[in-house]
């Protein structure tokens, strides 16, 4: 079974620039999550996708991040402008659910450098 | 507020000894508490969940106690090898309409030969 892919791997920017990461999800996977991991934390969720239906983006700053999951299967998340705050990585990961649990497969993330 | 603590953020071992990380939360109610293993420069990688009526979960060398009067969770890695050494996430599934999780901040495990 192919993992959870993502790109770019590595994006450096100005601030004030914006970037996009796209992400494929493991085939069959309804539920799509983009996180946000600062150096030295644990992932923060950002948005969660249940098919192409955003289920939860409480913690999306969306005056500059938006995102978007057309068909239903990958995804694509925007920042625009990047700020220096925003340098981390940004982690897709998918799910299905069949044993009432959540378990996530995460992709190997894509770091974003804001100069 | 709601925290998840997880013990230093780093912890050496001598190989061959049983390496114990902990997870202390407030102000969960978590139905669900899972553990992912992080390399650098990857992603998480699940290893381990334990349900919230379930006091202990093994899986080969690695076992996951849960007590939910005390708000912990312990990981154990018996017979420690280098190769486990990475950094560990516990990782609170709270059950909510949104389904996500909540990770704590992960412990820097470094097993030395």
């Known amino acids: 079974e192919a993992g959870v892919a993502q790109s770019p791997r590595y994006k450096i920017i100005e601030k004030r620039q914006s970037v996009a990461f796209w992400c494929n999800p493991i085939s069959g996977h309804a539920t799509l999550y983009w996180y946000q991991q600062i150096l030295g934390q644990g992932p923060k969720l950002l948005i969660q996708f249940q098919n192409n239906g955003v289920v939860d983006d409480s913690q999306l700053p969306k005056d500059r991040f938006s995102a978007e999951r057309l068909k239903g299967v990958d995804s694509t998340l925007k920042i625009q402008p990047a700020k220096l705050e925003d340098s981390a990585v940004y982690l897709c990961?998918?799910?299905?659910?069949?044993?009432?649990?959540?378990?996530?497969?995460f992709g190997a993330g894509s770091r974003l450098t804001v100069l | 507020s709601q925290k998840i603590e997880q013990n230093s953020e780093a912890l050496n071992i001598q190989e061959g000894k049983t390496a114990t990380l902990t997870c202390n939360y407030t102000n969960y109610s978590p139905a669900y508490l899972q553990w992912y293993r992080q390399d650098p420069g990857r992603g998480p990688v699940f290893l381990l969940l334990i349900r919230e009526n379930e006091k202990e979960k093994r899986k080969e060398r690695l076992k996951v106690t849960f007590d939910t009067t005390l708000k912990q969770s312990l990981f154990h890695i018996t017979a420690s090898q280098p190769a486990d050494s990475a950094t560990y996430l516990c990782?609170?599934?709270?059950?909510?309409?949104?389904?996500?999780?909540?990770f704590g901040t992960g412990t820097r495990l470094t097993v030395i030969p």
């Open positions: 990961a998918s799910s299905s659910p069949r044993t009432g649990a959540n378990v996530l497969t």
């Open positions: 990782a609170l599934d709270m059950r909510t309409g949104a389904n996500n999780l909540f």
